[in-house]
């Protein structure tokens, strides 16, 4: 009665970002079908359900269920590993963590600052940019026939964390 309680005084913000939660993996679900891979009713009545449960609930593991259910899915049932369907679900997954954790912040009725909002959105965004940009780094290096080498391998590791450093201090903006 208690949850019942608390979700009857849910504002529109609230409600909003718990229908992101909800509908996030169902996004994912449908990209996953336009690639091609088989959606059963199973997976979806689960996928639903696990959803509802996170977007009811998001502090539960319920979102963490969400997750494995649509990579598990998407690894085990197509076979494309590179379309730009996969890009549309790595963005469907990052809109419903970032929607989850901001409807988990507090209570039910809690209200979120404007300022809060935008970082987080800034955050989003900055993501889905670099998620972007790897994907067609990816796209494009399946097209050249490149010999593997441990110290080019190393060097583009150090890049890479180099570059998360960079984006994160940017993203946090100035420390108090």
Do not use: K, N
């Amino acid at each position: 009665m208690r949850l019942l309680d608390e979700l009857s005084r849910l504002g529109g913000q609230q409600l909003m970002l718990r229908a992101l939660v909800l509908l996030a993996p169902l996004l994912a679900a449908t990209a996953e079908q336009r690639a091609g891979a088989t959606v059963s009713v199973w997976y979806l009545a689960s996928l639903v359900l696990a959803s509802l449960v996170a977007a009811l609930l998001p502090d539960s593991h319920a979102g963490l269920l969400v997750v494995l259910l649509v990579g598990g899915h998407w690894l085990t049932s197509s076979g494309q590993s590179l379309s730009l369907w996969v890009l549309c679900i790595a963005l469907a997954l990052a809109l419903f963590h970032v929607a989850g954790l901001l409807a988990s912040y507090g209570p039910p009725s809690v209200v979120l600052e404007p300022e809060l909002l935008r970082f987080w959105l800034r955050r989003y965004a900055v993501c889905a940019a670099v998620t972007a940009l790897v994907w067609l780094v990816a796209r494009v290096s399946t097209g050249l026939s490149l010999s593997g080498s441990a110290l080019v391998f190393g060097a583009g590791l150090l890049v890479v964390a180099g570059w998360s450093v960079l984006l994160s201090r940017l993203v946090a903006g100035p420390t108090r």
